[in-house]
Structures are given as C-alpha cells and as structure tokens.
C-alpha cells in the first residue's frame, strides 16, 4: 500500500485500535489457549495456502473459532495470518499487515459476540440441530457486515470510489461464498466439541479444500476463456483500428436483449461471445480491401463477403463457444434472404445470430465516425423497427427497444471514439467503408453506396441502420 492517502492510513489505525480495544477483556476471560494457538496456526496456514494457490481467503477456521471461542480469544486467530508473505510472495508493507489482522480481527469478535448472545455455544456443545443453525447464521451475517462495512470504507478512502458505489453490492456478493465457509466452520466447531475432538474438526478441511480445487479450477479455465477472447479482439482491433470498441459494444447490447428474453445465464454468456467475436473474420480479409480508398470491385466484394466464413473457421475448434459460432457465421443474413453468406431465410437463421444482427447495426448507427455524428438511441431505434420484418428480427428489435428503455445506454468510450469539433473535416481516405456502406444499404440507398463507397463490404459490423 505505497503512496496511501493519509486519511486512508488514520482509517486503518482507527480500525486497528477498535481491534485492540476487542481484545481488552481477555484477562478477565477463561480462554482455551491451546485451542486459540491451535487455530490460529491452522488458520494461518490455510491462509497461506489460499493466498499462493487461489488467490483467494478462507474463513472456515475463522468462523469455527468464533463459534468455539469468547469474543476476546477468537478475534486472536486471524493475527497470525498478518505474518505471512503476499500473494505472489512479496512482503507486505507495514500498514497492509495491520489491515491483514485488524480487518478479520474486528469481522470474527463481532461474529462471536452474536453467537454466545444468542446461545450458540450451548446449541453447539450439545450439537442442537437444526437450533444451531440459528445462532450460526447470524455469526455469519455480522462478520459479512462487518467485513463490507471496513472494505467499502477502504475503498472510498485509499482508492478514492465514491461513497455510493464504495458500499453497493459489497454485502451481497460475499454472503453466500461466507455462508458456505460458516455452514463449514460450524461443523468443524460441533466436531471439536464431540468426543473425537480437534482431529475429527480438521477432516471438514478436505473436502472443502477439493471443492475449492473445483472451484479454482474453473474460475482459471473461465480465465483462460476470456483470455483468448480478448486475444482475438485485440487482433481484429490491431487489423481493423478505425472501429476499435465496436466489438465489446456489440457484445453488451447482445447481453441487453439476451437478458430481455429471459435466456439463462450461461446462454447470455455466450451471446456476449458472439457479439465481441462477430467480426473476428476480418483477419482473413486483406487489410488492403478493408482500406481501399475507392470502389470494389465485385471480386474483391466477393472476397470481404466471406468474412463471416472465415471468422467461423477460426473458432469452430474453441469448444466454449457453443452457438456463438453460429452467430458470426449467419449474423449478416436478413429474414427476407437478401443477406450473406448463405442467404437464409426467416426461422432458418439461428436465434443467436439475430439477436447479435441487431445490436451490431445499433452500434454502428449510434457510433461516432470522424466522417458523420453517432445517431441518438431513439433515431436508431426507429430505423431498427422500420427494417424489422424484412432485414432484422421484430423480437430482438422490440426486446433492445424495452431494454434500452429500463436501463439506458451506456457504452464503454474508447479513445478512437473522440466527440466531432463542430465543423467536421473531410472524411480520411482509410475511413471504414464496411460501416458507411452497410448503413446506406439498410436505409434502401444501395446504388448511392456502391457509387460512393464501392459497397466496400457489407462486412460491415453492421448491417447498419
């Protein structure tokens, strides 16, 4: 934590000395030290463990010692963790080893304090279930609260977020991963307190740390998923810079009608693959066509036609995709069969692909060029219910149309998206025809694009208005 605010370090000492006032009444209190050290190294190690593996924490260990412990001794476990090396096994500056133990510190007296006030230490000695399952629960939503209160309070202070974003979201995020570690940590606490003791605790560690194996397993694969998106993005950005940020628009207001829809989670995932990807066939097109100044000639059309073809080649062996492949193989066709590559008609071209048809010609309409103004959402809606029926799909139009209505539209500005003076200058010659093509082609002004731009592609990311 070089270079923190200063109000950000008095924030930290503030809640450094509320953890030491915790801990005041623990001359007065009967504590278990064995069990105290015993967890605290416990801990210690899974932390380390966590950290270096998943890059993660784990609370089990912390919330069965605020289950097993009086307030006081239970808010000594998660000392011993401020001790250890970072993540990638750097050293951690002073003021992040006193957040490390303050932090926690505070979360786990608070968690035990609700606990032993509600009776859940006599719900566990006897192992009163489901009555234990009561106190153990609230444990667990005072040491969320407490947990989102101190990390929104750093986030507003060190990383200077405003205060309403600092907090929103915080609490819910973590309350369900935190529930499953408490459920966890319960059960290690009921075990601690049976006749085969302490041993018999550890043995809920393995198959939480399997599970968490699992779930780290695929958080890296989901990785590596996006990674190879990203990859791919930035190759046709690289190619094709004059729409950089298209892409990623695309794939947003993909999600935007994905969700209107009611399609499921992983089905809206995978839109938002296919609108990032559904020009990533422009790396098969000669970089000379995409930059022609003057017209195309209808070989050289012929040849930026097959770029959906071409983008669907290329990741037809990226199994994660699922139906996306089909979204930039087909997401150029038109209902009433005018479209390319295949000429499909009506029901015959893939849900998918006409969902990502219409956010990629709103994009285009409501993207600002250096040669023209973006389009306002409401004109470019029109223009999408005008064409709806014979070039795109009535429902995904209707579904954007009620999407944009309820949440608005908020793209993602990129830097080669720079507002007009106010005097535009002439249009540069390396301009990207495939989107003023594709937009005087939707608005029925065909010949006047072949003449001034050479129909330079109905490539174009979007049938364009």
Same mark, same amino acid.
């Given at each position: 934590?070089?270079?923190?605010? &200063?109000?950000?370090?008095?924030?930290?000492?503030?809640?450094?000395?509320?953890?030491?006032?915790?801990?005041?009444?623990?001359?007065?209190?009967?504590?278990?030290?064995?069990?105290?050290?015993? %967890?605290?190294?416990?801990?210690?190690?899974?932390?380390?463990?966590?950290?270096?593996?998943?890059?993660?924490?784990?609370?089990?260990? %912390?919330?069965?010692?605020?289950?097993?412990?009086?307030?006081? $001794?239970?808010?000594?476990?998660?000392?011993?963790?401020?001790?250890?090396?970072?993540?990638?096994?750097?050293?951690?500056?002073?003021?992040?080893? *006193?957040?490390?133990?303050?932090?926690?510190?505070?979360?786990?007296?608070?968690?035990?304090?609700?606990?032993?006030? %509600?009776?859940?230490?006599?719900?566990? *000695?006897?192992?009163?279930?489901?009555?234990?399952?009561?106190?153990a629960g609230a444990a667990v939503l005072a040491f969320c609260?407490?947990?989102?209160?101190?990390?929104?309070?750093?986030?507003?202070?060190?990383?200077?977020?405003?205060?309403?974003?600092?907090?929103?979201?915080?609490?819910?995020?973590?309350?369900?991963?935190?529930? *499953?570690?408490?459920?966890?940590?319960?059960?290690?606490?009921?075990?601690?307190?049976?006749?085969?003791? =302490?041993?018999?605790?550890?043995?809920?560690?393995?198959?939480?740390?399997?599970?968490?194996?699992?779930?780290?397993?695929?958080?890296?694969?989901?990785?590596?998923?996006?990674? &190879?998106?990203?990859?791919?993005?930035?190759?046709?950005?690289?190619?094709?810079?004059? &729409?950089?940020?298209?892409?990623?628009?695309?794939?947003?207001?993909? *999600?935007?009608?994905?969700?209107?829809?009611?399609?499921?989670?992983?089905?809206?995932?995978?839109?938002?693959?296919?609108?990032?990807?559904?020009?990533?066939?422009?790396?098969?097109?000669?970089?000379?066509?995409?930059?022609?100044?003057?017209?195309?000639? =209808? /070989?050289?059309?012929?040849?930026?036609?097959?770029?959906?073809?071409?983008?669907?080649?290329?990741?037809?062996?990226?199994?994660?995709?699922?139906?996306?492949?089909?979204?930039?193989?087909?997401?150029?066709?038109?209902?009433?069969?005018?479209?390319?590559?295949?000429?499909?008609?009506?029901?015959?071209?893939? #849900?998918?692909?006409?969902?990502v048809a219409v956010a990629d010609a709103f994009d285009a309409m409501t993207s600002t060029r250096s040669y023209r103004r973006?389009?306002?959402?409401?004109?470019?809606?029109? /223009?999408?219910?005008?064409?709806?029926?014979?070039?795109?799909?009535?429902?995904?139009?209707? $579904?954007?149309?009620?999407?944009?209505?309820?949440?608005?539209?908020?793209?993602?500005?990129? $830097?080669?998206?720079?507002?007009?003076?106010?005097?535009?200058?002439?249009?540069?010659?390396?301009?990207?025809?495939?989107?003023?093509? /594709? #937009?005087?082609?939707? /608005?029925?002004?065909?010949?006047?694009?072949?003449?001034? #731009?050479?129909?330079?592609?109905?490539?174009?990311?979007?049938?364009?208005?």
């Amino acid at each position: 934590m070089e270079a923190v605010p &200063t109000r950000a370090r008095v924030y930290v000492a503030c809640v450094a000395l509320l953890a030491l006032l915790c801990l005041l009444p623990l001359p007065r209190t009967h504590v278990p030290w064995w069990a105290v050290a015993l %967890l605290a190294v416990l801990y210690a190690a899974c932390e380390y463990v966590a950290r270096r593996r998943f890059a993660g924490t784990f609370y089990p260990v %912390l919330l069965a010692g605020a289950f097993l412990l009086p307030p006081p $001794a239970a808010a000594l476990v998660p000392l011993s963790a401020a001790l250890l090396p970072g993540g990638a096994g750097s050293a951690p500056t002073p003021l992040r080893r *006193v957040w490390r133990a303050a932090q926690p510190a505070l979360a786990v007296w608070a968690a035990s304090r609700v606990h032993w006030m %509600l009776g859940g230490r006599d719900a566990v *000695v006897g192992a009163d279930f489901p009555y234990a399952l009561v106190p153990a629960g609230a444990a667990v939503l005072a040491f969320c609260l407490v947990l989102a209160v101190l990390d929104g309070g750093i986030l507003a202070l060190a990383e200077r977020v405003p205060a309403r974003r600092a907090w929103r979201g915080l609490l819910a995020r973590s309350l369900a991963p935190i529930a *499953v570690h408490g459920l966890a940590g319960l059960m290690m606490a009921v075990l601690w307190r049976s006749p085969y003791g =302490p041993v018999a605790a550890l043995l809920v560690l393995l198959p939480m740390c399997v599970s968490w194996w699992v779930f780290a397993q695929y958080h890296r694969e989901r990785a590596a998923h996006q990674a &190879t998106i990203r990859a791919l993005v930035q190759a046709v950005d690289i190619k094709d810079g004059y &729409t950089r940020g298209h892409s990623e628009r695309v794939g947003q207001a993909s *999600v935007m009608i994905a969700r209107e829809l009611d399609m499921d989670d992983e089905r809206v995932e995978v839109l938002r693959f296919a609108g990032i990807l559904h020009d990533v066939g422009k790396l098969g097109v000669p970089t000379r066509l995409l930059r022609k100044d003057g017209p195309l000639t =209808p /070989e050289e059309r012929r040849v930026i036609e097959l770029h959906p073809e071409y983008g669907h080649e290329m990741v037809r062996g990226i199994s994660f995709l699922g139906e996306a492949r089909a979204a930039i193989l087909h997401h150029h066709e038109r209902l009433d069969g005018s479209g390319y590559p295949y000429g499909l008609m009506g029901g015959q071209i893939p #849900e998918c692909a006409r969902v990502v048809a219409v956010a990629d010609a709103f994009d285009a309409m409501t993207s600002t060029r250096s040669y023209r103004r973006a389009r306002p959402v409401q004109a470019a809606l029109e /223009e999408l219910e005008r064409c709806a029926g014979a070039q795109f799909d009535p429902r995904m139009v209707t $579904a954007l149309a009620q999407a944009l209505g309820r949440y608005g539209w908020h793209p993602t500005v990129t $830097a080669d998206e720079t507002p007009l003076p106010t005097s535009p200058p002439a249009p540069p010659p390396s301009r990207d025809a495939v989107d003023r093509a /594709e #937009e005087n082609r939707t /608005e029925g002004n065909r010949a006047e694009a072949d003449r001034a #731009e050479g129909d330079r592609d109905r490539v174009g990311r979007g049938a364009a208005s």
